[in-house]
């Protein structure tokens, strides 16, 4: 029976040892693994509820400024941000303006001046939002009336209190709202200079003359 069992093997403890250590630092490395995936699991759950959070904050904010700055630039009228779907990090956002005198409907329905005016009230709520040093626009008020044109004026004069502008126009009732004016002429054919008018200094000199 012994020879049955043939030659014992005498390193067997030392390989029961090794297999053991072995298995531990295997159950080590294993339950390091778990560990990390559950930390990674509830950062991404953190991650998901405050960017909800913000989002929907976000979202409240910018609704509420453009739902200020669209009547003033329209001069009544309401605007309003409406998600199309349940799922806020998968929703779309539909812009929904009603213009003085007009019934409710999406930005699509309206005329090329009045998309322009409701695109100018969104930029300048999401402008709101995060005020920047300053602001660069480029002609603007091309598609706009003289009526229209003037309100966008104005409100650009207000928000100038804390943003300095800088603005790119063609029309005259745009370029009084400026401080300075800087323009480019071309006296001689295929020369063009650079003119700039300090519009307070002009001011003062019509005056004095």
Do not use: W
């Not at 009547?71 to 309003?80: D, H, I, N, S, V």
């Amino acid at each position: 029976q012994i020879d049955a069992l043939g030659p014992v093997n005498l390193a067997a403890l030392d390989e029961l040892n090794e297999s053991r250590t072995r298995k531990e630092f295997l159950d080590s490395q294993q339950q390091d693994l778990l560990e990390a995936i559950n930390t990674l699991e509830e950062a991404i759950r953190k991650i998901d509820r405050e960017t909800r959070e913000l989002l929907q904050e976000t979202f409240n904010q910018v609704n509420g400024h453009f739902g200020e700055m669209f009547p003033r630039l329209f001069g009544g009228g309401e605007a309003k941000l409406r998600m199309t779907g349940e799922e806020i990090l998968d929703a779309g956002v539909q812009v929904m303006a009603q213009p003085p005198g007009n019934r409710n409907s999406t930005i699509h329905l309206l005329s090329g001046g009045e998309k322009a005016l409701t695109a100018t009230a969104l930029v300048f709520a999401l402008f709101k939002l995060n005020p920047a040093p300053f602001c660069l626009l480029d002609e603007v008020d091309a598609p706009l009336d003289d009526a229209n044109t003037e309100r966008y004026a104005n409100l650009v004069s207000s928000m100038s209190e804390q943003t300095q502008f800088l603005f790119i126009s063609h029309n005259k009732i745009a370029m009084q709202m400026a401080k300075q004016l800087i323009g480019v002429t071309m006296q001689e054919q295929g020369v063009s200079r650079v003119v700039a008018v300090d519009m307070d200094a002009a001011v003062q000199l019509m005056g004095d003359a």
